[in-house]
């Protein structure tokens, strides 16, 4: 039973990844690449590893939601735009990703429901071993990582705004 489980999230992994790459709207394709991510997480929950599942649900499903955001900053053009948007994301267009979804839902829960012991040989990794780890001799990666993210964040910003048309003071006083 475990081994159809993992067919089912290996076949949406692939498909929605397949899905990721065919579609020509950027936001269909985030969409489709977050339920390749969630597929991912079931298959490290059915290798015994719940908790690299929960950091790939957190860190990756979770970051495509800043390149949402990201998307959305740079691209806010004004009110056509936002038309444009609510055309790309009409109802129907949901569906065949949340159908994914659910099976990878029903998927998981019938695997917590079972309360099976995990793979035998595998070491277990407390969260507490993976912070002492990541802030010990992995902390220029993860501060590197930060001033990355950062920088996104500001470049996004900086993209996106809009920008004012100013008048130096001095040249306002000499117009009037």
Do not use: D
Not at 118 to 128: I, L
């Amino acid at each position: 039973m475990i081994g159809t489980a993992f067919y089912i999230a290996a076949l949406i992994a692939v498909l929605s990844t397949v899905m990721v790459i065919t579609r020509y709207n950027i936001m269909h394709a985030l969409l489709y690449l977050v339920v390749s991510l969630l597929a991912v997480a079931v298959v490290l929950y059915l290798y015994g590893a719940p908790f690299m599942a929960t950091l790939e649900v957190i860190v990756y499903a979770g970051a495509i939601m800043v390149l949402l955001i990201f998307f959305v900053m740079m691209l806010n053009l004004g009110k056509e735009s936002a038309a444009q948007e609510k055309l790309w994301l009409k109802p129907r267009i949901w569906i065949f990703p949340s159908l994914l979804c659910i099976i990878l839902l029903g998927e998981l829960v019938f695997l917590v429901l079972q309360n099976r012991q995990p793979v035998s040989g595998v070491q277990v990794v407390n969260p507490k071993e993976v912070g002492i780890a990541l802030f010990g001799p992995y902390i220029l990666a993860v501060e590197l990582t930060g001033m990355l993210l950062m920088a996104g964040i500001v470049g996004a910003y900086h993209l996106g705004r809009q920008k004012e048309k100013t008048l130096h003071r001095f040249l306002e006083n000499n117009q009037s």
